[in-house]
């Protein structure tokens, strides 16, 4: 299910999207490239596509998750792997003889 509203003003529908409690995925659809980047610069989620919906999830290179009560942290990609690991530094001095 899709739920499809109309708005007069761009900002307005922005606003709408990014009222939600959730941000796993949103997408874009326009043959404008500038609009599309625009619009998806502002939008809150843990993915955003233009003319297409729910690929990233797809490719295990990029990270995948959302934001709000969608995010719990990210799997997938150099994203995930920082998520499930912790950084920890190892040094080792010479004993003296």
Do not use: K
Not at 42 to 55: E, F, R
Not at 60 to 71: A, E, I, T, V
């Amino acid at each position: 299910m899709l739920p499809i509203f109309g708005y007069d003003d761009l900002d307005d529908a922005v606003t709408a999207a990014n009222a939600t409690e959730f941000g796993l995925t949103a997408s874009v659809w326009t043959g404008d490239d500038a609009l599309a980047d625009r619009v998806a610069s502002q939008l809150v989620a843990g993915t955003v596509s233009v003319n297409c919906h729910g690929l990233a999830a797809q490719d295990p290179r990029l990270p995948f998750g959302g934001c709000g009560q969608s995010g719990i942290g990210r799997e997938l990609g150099i994203e995930g792997i920082r998520a499930f690991t912790q950084a920890r530094a190892f040094v080792r001095h010479p004993v003296p003889r």
